[in-house]
């Protein structure tokens, strides 16, 4: 008789704020080739890695780990296991939970759901947008190991829900407290990636960042183009929340330099928003579904700090998704379809 399970799937989190546990977790991370895939062999990637990025950068995200670390330990790992808890209480069938790097690791997860017998599976990357270097990049690691430690295992794959009224109402339902509150402007803020990536997923090589106003213009492309399908979910948000035109825009955040990344940059945009006094600003994070580094750090802190430097007043991260009831009536619905089905 087969067995079920759903298998949560994100990014993943040092084990603590040590330098030698943030070393090992940079180093399971930048090591991925979907994630640094410039042309090279893996020695290239490692002498890069090994040698120069990780010896300069480890303190430094150590002591920006060690501002949002929780009693709890990381945010990330703490906040997705109260939403695989909130889950698991509106089904019953086995929710597991696993990072793509760190822990809870991928091959735990693994054995765990094996040993239990459990012969369907559903991956469902917490991510709602499309993106080597996140979506695709967990799914093949769960494949891979799947083929060594769960050979019989039949395994499919929930698709990035970017656009999905569920999540799109989740969003602004989780939102709207938030855009209650006076403000002048709303960012969206989404990690951003090298440009080389939306050409290198175009498979047509005709569309991606050559079209004119590709992201808006229908293409067999836009199923593996990270910006078009997060430019598709702002104007659903923005249509579902009826924001003024005049006072959303869209910047991308996280960049590291070495190649043309997508612009425009959320600090720049910051700064350049405040000095035209823009003095009340909202940010919203929707590539992130839990908050993590990037949003508390990255935005809520240092952010903040260059919205008011350059001349802001007022500055408001708006927190993902995390465990919010709408979030999990999403998640759930999409487990019972899953279900339904088997």
């Known amino acids: 008789m087969s067995k079920s ?7 993943g989190s040092p084990d603590s704020t040590s330098v030698p546990d943030v070393k090992r977790y940079l180093r399971e991370f930048l090591g991925d080739e979907r994630v640094i895939d410039k042309p090279g062999t893996a020695v290239l990637r490692s002498v890069l890695v090994n040698g120069i990025i990780i010896p300069f950068r480890a303190k430094n995200s150590a002591h920006a780990y060690s501002t949002i670390w929780t009693e709890r330990g990381s945010p990330l790992i703490v906040t997705s296991k109260l939403a695989q808890a909130a889950l698991q209480k509106r089904t019953a069938t086995p929710i597991d939970l696993a990072m793509n790097y760190g822990n809870p690791s991928i091959p735990d997860a693994l054995k765990r759901l094996a040993g239990a017998g459990v012969t369907n599976l559903l991956l469902f990357p917490q991510y709602p947008h499309y993106a080597m270097s996140s979506w695709e990049t967990v799914v093949a690691k769960v494949y891979r190991e799947a083929t060594r430690l769960a050979p019989g295992m039949k395994i499919e794959v929930e698709q990035p ?14 939102s709207r407290p938030y855009l209650e509150q006076p403000h002048d402007h709303l960012m969206f803020s989404y990690h951003s990636i090298p440009q080389r990536h939306l050409t290198k997923a175009d498979s047509s090589k005709a569309h991606c960042l050559t079209a004119p106003d590709c992201c808006n213009t229908c293409s067999p492309a836009h199923a593996t183009c990270y910006k078009a399908q997060v430019t598709r979910t702002t104007h659903l948000f923005a249509q579902r929340a009826r924001l003024d035109p005049a006072r959303w825009s869209i910047a991308f955040q996280s960049r590291i330099v070495g190649e043309p990344w997508l612009t425009p940059y959320t600090d720049f945009e910051m700064k350049r928003l405040a000095k035209e006094g823009r003095k009340r600003l909202l940010v919203i994070t929707p590539a992130f579904v839990t908050d993590c580094l990037e949003t508390l750090e990255e935005i809520r802190v240092r952010g903040a700090e260059d919205f008011k430097e350059a001349g802001g007043d007022a500055f408001t991260h708006i927190p993902c998704l995390n465990d ?12 019972s379809l899953w279900i339904d089905n088997h």
Request: net charge negative; glycine share 0%.
């Open 5 to 11: 399970a759903v298998l949560l799937l994100n990014l």
């Open 324 to 335: 919010h009831p709408a979030f999990i009536d999403f998640l759930a619905k999409r487990v």
């Open 161 to 174: 829900f970017y656009a999905d009224p569920d999540y799109i109402d989740a969003l602004v339902t989780s």
